[in-house]
């Protein structure tokens, strides 16, 4: 028989495990998320990580479909293509991947949201108020704060026009990181009142370029932008008036200059709800890349880390139309759910009980008192109490290191008099006091 080759396992790149001790983190994240937008009435739901590339391709512009994880069809595909293809070898990747490929991973969670509302439209109450967390994939370069598998939280308002949705979700980002004890600012603009600027200052065939760049603005800054719009051959008129416009960072001062504006006014109905909140802001230099937002966008900034974007979004009319679906307005926002824990991390904001699960550790001194240890922590998980008994003969140290490791609050060894008793010893495992002569009653009752 042949040896087998050992082989270091590894990840695939842009990837992550994660510890006991981080997944109690992110998921301090996600609750205190599902919590909020609970409150506001918004329902959860699921999607497949797998959709059809019809379903995908083609929505995320040129570069976005080179960024999606293609899946191969199942059995000898390549055999399919040569019966359809005689020279294989002469076929660009391009030509070739329809033939070898029908899934992919999901890029992002609007796209499925789009495809289930069309598909679902006749069993969803509308205005559809949803929610979806879940994981999606990106072919980009790994980096730091970038990976090729993420968790995205999506929160969208399908089917309705009122502005007092962008309203609600404002407030929602607002309460979300004011329970995490996060400072941010939350950046707030309307893709109709750029058009406008962009009017006014006579850029109309080379706007789309020109948004790209200035997007990158917190990047690249002020110089960096103007010395790329110098390259797309705006004039220095034009430039000039740009930078005017958008460095102008107080809203009561800059909608005068469009106080007739229907996009200024979308913009008053959203920060008039926010005057005496520092924390939501106007920004006129906002500009959110992606083509389909048609009014409000959102950007969340953290002014005390370097860390870009902690979330964003924005209104979009003709989503859903891409599916053959009826013209349905919808609005949403996004969580950056990787970044949140990062700069929680760096910031040192995590609770510090957050990694907590077990309560207490039995510890039975020899193996003869086990199966009585197992009836004790039975009767505090029968009341609701995470326990756990530590099976093996270690040295007490290694037993220490155990409950350290797990965060575990307290320590119950077991021995013979214990057994003949029915009483216990509760220790603290980081005061190392004690409190004797306990029952399991009275632990119980101390640790509820």
Request: aromatic share 10%; net charge negative.
């Amino acid at each position: 028989m042949s040896e087998v080759k050992r082989i270091k396992p590894t990840l695939s790149k842009g990837t992550r495990d994660f510890l006991p001790g981080e997944v109690a983190k992110r998921n301090y994240i996600f609750n205190t998320i599902k919590s909020v937008l609970r409150k506001y009435g918004f329902e959860e739901i699921e999607t497949p990580a797998i959709e059809k590339l019809e379903t995908l391709t083609g929505k995320y512009g040129e570069e976005g479909d080179k960024l999606l994880f293609k899946i191969l069809n199942s059995g000898d595909y390549l055999t399919e293509v040569r019966s359809k293809k005689t020279e294989v070898a002469s076929l660009t990747s391009q030509e070739i991947t329809p033939m070898i490929s029908e899934k992919g991973l999901r890029y992002d969670l609007t796209v499925p949201l789009a495809r289930y509302v069309v598909q679902h439209q006749d069993d969803l109450a509308f205005p559809f108020k949803r929610f979806h967390i879940g994981p999606v994939w990106r072919a980009d370069r790994p980096q730091k704060g970038r990976y090729q598998e993420f968790y995205q939280c999506d929160a969208d308002v399908i089917g309705s026009n009122s502005l007092l949705n962008e309203v609600e979700l404002t407030k929602i980002y607002v309460e979300v990181f004011k329970q995490l004890q996060l400072p941010v600012l939350v950046k707030v603009n309307n893709r109709k009142l750029i058009d406008e600027i962009f009017n006014a200052v006579g850029i109309t065939d080379k706007k789309g370029e020109a948004i790209t760049i200035i997007d990158k603005e917190d990047k690249i800054g002020w110089q960096g932008v103007i010395d790329q719009l110098i390259k797309l051959e705006l004039s220095a008129n034009q430039i000039d008036d740009l930078h005017r416009f958008l460095i102008n960072k107080n809203y009561f001062d800059f909608k005068i200059s469009f106080k007739d504006s229907l996009a200024a006014k979308e913009v008053d109905v959203v920060m008039k709800h926010f005057d005496k909140d520092a924390s939501v802001v106007f920004s006129a230099s906002l500009m959110r890349g992606l083509d389909y937002y048609t009014g409000t966008i959102w950007e969340i900034a953290c002014p005390s880390s370097s860390i870009g974007s902690l979330g964003g979004g924005g209104r979009y009319d003709n989503l859903t139309e891409m599916f053959g679906g009826q013209n349905m307005s919808g609005v949403g926002i996004s969580f950056g759910i990787e970044r949140i824990y990062d700069v929680l991390e760096e910031l040192q904001l995590f609770p510090e009980n957050i990694t907590q699960g077990v309560k207490v550790l039995f510890v039975p001194r020899e193996e003869s008192v086990e199966e009585f240890t197992f009836q004790q922590v039975q009767q505090l998980r029968d009341a609701g109490i995470a326990a756990e008994i530590f099976l093996g003969n270690v040295k007490k140290q290694k037993q220490f290191n155990y409950v350290e490791q797990k965060h575990i609050a307290y320590i119950v060894e077991i021995g013979g008099n214990e057994v003949q008793s029915g009483k216990f010893r509760l220790r603290n495992s980081q005061t190392r006091d004690t409190e004797q002569d306990l029952t399991i009653t009275d632990i119980i009752s101390r640790l509820s």
